[in-house]
């Protein structure tokens, strides 16, 4: 199965501020990566699908990047509505799999 | 509206089985790839299942291949998860989500415990 090792696990942050994490998968995945958001008690919701595509109302503030084994996720003015844990997942093959989460926090 | 609503969950023994529906409703249920994921508590999400539009293929985590069975009835709008063997690593709140990028639907997700 295809690792997706992401990082930092939680951050502490103001608003305003520029956050940003990373996904790394084991092995090639292509632009095959998704971000989601998932609030407390909440569903997950797609942010970025194929690595820099912005999912439906999603605002401009939320980017993704990347392309094989490195994947980026920036919220470029974090917003108070913004916190959250953020998932990267490799949709290249079966099995997908999930990252193990950021966890945005405020400071 | 796009709907997804999960059923039959509930507390389980080791061992035995349960099955999950998923109603769907507000798009046109045959059109997409349909998947289950779950969370266990306080846990991260992990991908369990994927079936085609017409259910001819499907998809498992290894932890979960021989015995759990996805199925789908387009007819009904409605996606299945049998449930069989179940052990205390099932455990967890699963989620009914369109597997489509450009087209992203997720359920309110339904709770799971396996325990004695």
């Known amino acids: 199965d295809i690792v997706m090792t992401q990082s930092p696990t939680s951050m502490s942050i103001s608003v305003g501020d520029r956050v940003t994490m990373n996904c790394k998968a084991s092995q090639n995945v292509g632009s095959n990566v998704d971000w989601y958001q998932q609030k407390t008690g909440q569903s997950p919701k797609l942010l970025i699908y194929?690595?820099?595509n912005r999912y439906t109302g999603v605002p401009d503030r939320f980017t993704g990047s990347g392309s094989g084994t490195d994947f980026t996720f920036t919220i470029s003015n974090m917003q108070a509505e913004d916190l959250a844990v953020y998932y990267c997942?490799?949709?290249?093959?079966?099995?997908?799999?999930f990252g193990a989460g950021t966890k945005l926090e405020l400071k | 509206e796009v709907q997804l609503v999960e059923s039959g969950g509930g507390l389980v023994q080791p061992g035995r089985s349960l099955k999950l529906s998923c109603a769907a409703s507000g798009f046109t249920f045959s059109d997409y790839y349909m998947a289950w994921v779950r969370q266990a508590p306080t846990k991260g999400l992990e991908w369990v299942a994927s079936i085609s539009y017409d259910g001819g293929s499907t998809y498992y985590r290894d932890s979960v291949k021989g015995r759990f069975t996805i199925s789908r009835d387009n007819a009904k709008s409605s996606l299945y998860l049998q449930m069989d063997s179940l052990r205390s690593e099932d455990t967890a709140t699963y989620y009914c989500?369109?597997?489509?990028?450009?087209?992203?639907?997720w359920g309110q997700g339904v709770m799971v415990t396996v325990s004695s």
């Open positions: 989500t369109t597997d489509e990028e450009v087209e992203d639907y």
């Open positions: 194929k690595a820099s």
């Open positions: 997942m490799q949709s290249n093959s079966y099995p997908y799999t």
